[in-house]
């Protein structure tokens, strides 16, 4: 077996060690004579395992008391949805910083529901920086000022949370969660799919100031309504079992490394090496982001000439980096590095491009 070093954006790596308990104790959860996605929700085993997992990863990210957490099935683009649902009245106005390309999709599915405000956008720019706080349009009668912390496909990254005065500020932390300290106090909702710092995709979470669940909201079924699964420990119905004890086991991986002061050191370490390889190339690899919103945790770049990107990516391969395409959105390349990339993944890729670079420069 050799397993490559993964770059892909999500689905992404998975610590080994999470992967290898997971195997171990795939036919047979501790003592339970069953593996644990084969047991009732509602039995002991998966209470408990449920109970560990929220209570590890208030500890990893810091979330104080008077928040509570949601495990959601559906994935981010769902809770793009069910935030307009479960926290603006019909046709109340929210506001949508847009810094790529989840930003655009995330007001396109609240624009069902609200009367969207594009309070400030990168599209013009293409997407190269965060806009200028000083030329945000904010509406000061808003239900929630919404922004994308990391924007996956652009790589483009808010550094700290902007000060919007007293609306409360929602933030998609899908793709940077658990990756540094974090002020949650800050925001109002914290959401995020799993599939990138925290687990595996087919749950989510969803970190939400209380006393904006008494917000009435709009008209919706059940099975939207943030307070009734709270209610109901995020068991309205069958919830996505498996997923929710990788996710436990990521978390606790990460809390055993040192937690998010750690992961903040390493992905620092890591998005430099790669960032100082693509801006020592003399143009032969190039990212365009802005310096000081450049992600720590996407890293998209282009090869100098298009016609080197299928070579290069097999040349990747056969280097055992895999997962180094780019979102159709954009082409080029992406490289993902999230919590489980080890900075000798990183060192290897930095040494391949190198090493590409002196061959077809
Ligand atoms: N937001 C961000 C920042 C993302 O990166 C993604 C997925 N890559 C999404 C939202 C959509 O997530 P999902 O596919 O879980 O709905």
């Given amino acids: 077996m050799s397993r490559a070093y993964n770059f892909s954006a999500g689905p992404a790596a998975l610590p080994e060690p999470v992967l290898r308990q997971a195997q171990q104790e795939m036919l047979e959860w501790r003592a339970a004579g069953a593996s644990i996605v084969e ?76 009367d969207l405000r594009i309070a400030a956008s990168g599209e013009a720019e293409g997407f190269r920086d965060v806009p200028a706080r000083a030329d945000w349009r904010l509406s000061e009668d808003a239900a929630y000022v919404h922004i994308t912390a990391n924007e996956t496909i652009h790589g483009v990254e808010f ?56 917000r009435a909201g709009q008209p919706r079924a059940d099975i939207f309504d943030y307070r009734l699964q709270l209610a109901a420990d995020s068991m309205l119905n069958t919830p996505p079992s498996w997923n929710w004890y990788m996710l436990g086991l990521t978390v606790k991986w990460m809390l055993a490394e040192g937690g998010v002061e750690e992961f903040a050191l390493r992905s620092a370490a890591k998005s430099e090496l790669l960032y100082r390889e693509i801006d020592g190339s003399s143009g032969f690899y190039r990212n365009d982001v802005a310096a000081a919103a450049r992600s720590r945790m996407n890293v998209p770049f282009f090869l100098h000439d298009a016609a080197l990107d299928a070579p290069f990516l097999a040349a990747a391969r056969e280097a055992g980096l895999i997962g180094l395409k780019g979102h159709r959105v954009l082409g080029g390349m992406r490289a993902s590095i999230y919590n489980a990339m080890p900075v000798e993944g990183v060192r290897a890729l930095t040494d391949f491009m190198q090493e590409f670079r002196r061959r077809h420069g």
């Fill in 39 to 114: 047991l009732s929700h509602r039995g002991p085993e998966f209470m408990a395992v449920a109970a560990e997992a929220e209570a590890d990863l208030r500890r990893l990210v810091g979330v104080p008391d008077d928040y509570a957490v949601l495990f959601v099935g559906g994935g981010a683009t769902t809770q793009q949805a069910l935030i307009a649902l479960n926290f603006a009245a019909a046709g109340q106005p929210a506001d949508y910083v847009v810094t790529g390309h989840w930003g655009r999709t995330a007001l396109r599915q609240a624009a069902p529901y609200v």
């Fill in 159 to 214: 550094r700290e949370a902007p000060d919007v005065g007293e609306v409360p500020l929602f933030a998609d932390f899908s793709s940077s969660i658990a990756s540094e300290p974090l002020d949650i106090a800050r925001y109002g909702v914290v959401y995020a799919g799993a599939q990138k710092n925290l687990g595996p995709v087919g749950i989510g979470v969803v970190i939400v100031r209380r006393e904006l669940l008494e």
